[in-house]
């Protein structure tokens, strides 16, 4: 499944699922914008790509603000000309119960979680509307399916992340715009390093001690599977836990 001649925007690809993602995909062909806030990671993803042969471009972005998310899509128009796949994948997981209400975090997970995703995504429609082509993947979560206590406000945004993905892909289909919304469970990341709350940091220690987690490749996988498809497929959903993960 050869991705040459396409472009990627990966958000959150500084680090994690979307800098897996963004090697994948270039490791096929694509071009990829490399996107996030720590312009250091991004430039040495960007140097990794090109020295495996591939084509990369970053950009500086903060999702929550939505002037940055247009602008940033403006600007891979102009320097690459199109935009065929946008991979929606910045996230936050700042796990606590609601009766501590740090209500901050709440904010931060809200903004960057599902602004993050709607912000790129209203700013990526009319490029891909003109292609009549296209592939929008966003990050969900298992946490959306089933909550578990300390993660309400998460599990409430990435629930939201598939319940407009849904929307979206109901708007676009007779565009030629596909949507498909990846639902990882436990994978090995710095997410969780972001915790304040001991009782979160807690129960995370004791889930990697009881469970080996995916690697951020084994997602990356999954993004290359779905945006691979021939353009009368749409692989809508796509859910890849650790064997050992019950909820
Ligand atoms: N790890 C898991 O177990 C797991 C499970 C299911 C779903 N997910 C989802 O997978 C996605 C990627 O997470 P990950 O596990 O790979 O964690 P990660 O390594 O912490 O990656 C998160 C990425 O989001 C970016 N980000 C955070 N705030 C941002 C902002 N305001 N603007 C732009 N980018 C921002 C970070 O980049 P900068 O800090 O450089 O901005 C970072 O590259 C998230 O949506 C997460 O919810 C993860």
Redesign the pocket.
């Known amino acids: 499944m050869s991705l040459t001649g396409k472009v990627a925007v990966i958000?959150?690809?500084?680090?994690?699922?979307?800098h897996a993602t963004a090697k994948a995909l270039a490791a096929q062909g694509a071009t990829v914008v490399v996107t996030?806030?720590?312009e250091d990671?991004l430039v040495a993803l960007a140097k990794e790509v090109v020295q495996d042969g591939g084509i990369a471009d970053t950009y500086t972005?903060?999702?929550?603000d939505e002037g940055q998310a247009t602008a940033m899509i403006e600007d891979v128009v102009k320097r690459h000309g199109r935009v065929d796949v946008l991979v929606n994948?910045?996230?936050?997981?700042l796990l606590s119960r609601i009766e501590r209400g740090l209500t901050d975090e709440w904010r931060q997970m809200t903004d960057?979680?599902v602004h993050?995703v709607l912000f790129p995504t209203h700013a990526v429609i009319p490029v891909m509307k003109a292609q009549g082509s296209g592939t929008i993947v966003n990050?969900?979560?298992?946490?959306a399916r089933r909550s578990r206590p300390l993660g309400g406000v998460y599990a409430a945004t990435?629930a939201a992340v598939a319940a407009l993905s849904e929307s979206v892909r109901l708007e676009l289909l007779k565009d030629g715009i596909g949507v498909t919304v990846i639902i990882?469970?436990?994978?090995d990341?710095?997410?969780s390093t972001?915790i304040t709350d001991k009782e979160a940091q807690g129960g995370i220690a004791a889930l990697k001690q009881n469970m080996e987690?995916l690697q951020?490749e084994d997602v990356a996988a999954a993004v290359v599977y779905a945006v691979g498809q021939p353009s009368r497929v749409n692989v809508s959903e796509l859910v890849i836990r650790p064997r050992m993960q019950e909820f």
């Open positions: 958000t959150g690809a500084s680090s994690g699922i979307g996030g806030r720590r990671r972005c903060d999702v929550t994948n910045a996230g936050v997981m960057v979680n993050g990050i969900s979560s298992t946490a990435k990882p469970g436990a994978v990341t710095e997410l972001h987690f951020p």
